[in-house]
């Protein structure tokens, strides 16, 4: 099992900039890759970003130029540097890690909020 931990929302004005962190415990010798998804109200969850074992990004088109994502495998944590941020990006975020023998887990999400 792996147990994971989201950090760094809050509120800030448009253009402005934040850091997310999700910190992980447990079973970490079985993450491989590790993601960023958001969801608003009444929508599906969607896709941000993701990063593989050895660094491989990948975006959303929405988020691209604007966010980084990124992992310090000794802290067993995972970034994502958002700036230039939107109304848009306003949602809950959540960190997704994708085990090894093909589970998935999921933090708790924590609120973003872009004031225009």
């Known amino acids: 099992q792996v147990q994971l931990v989201e950090s760094g929302g809050g509120l800030v004005q448009r253009g402005g900039s934040l850091r997310l962190s999700c910190a992980a415990s447990?079973?970490?010798?079985?993450?491989?890759?590790r993601a960023w998804y958001r969801q608003v109200p009444g929508k599906e969850r969607e896709f941000v970003a993701l990063?593989?074992?050895?660094?491989?990004?990948n975006y959303a088109d929405s988020v691209k130029g604007r966010f980084t994502i990124s992992r310090d495998n000794a802290k067993n944590t995972v970034y994502l540097q958002m700036n230039s941020l939107k109304p848009e990006d306003t949602a809950v975020y959540y960190c997704?890690?994708?085990?090894?023998?093909?589970?998935?887990?999921w933090g708790q999400g924590t609120q973003v909020t872009v004031s225009s």
């Open positions: 997704k890690d994708f085990g090894t023998n093909g589970d998935e887990y």
């Open positions: 447990g079973s970490i010798f079985s993450i491989n890759a």
């Open positions: 990063i593989t074992r050895i660094g491989t990004t």
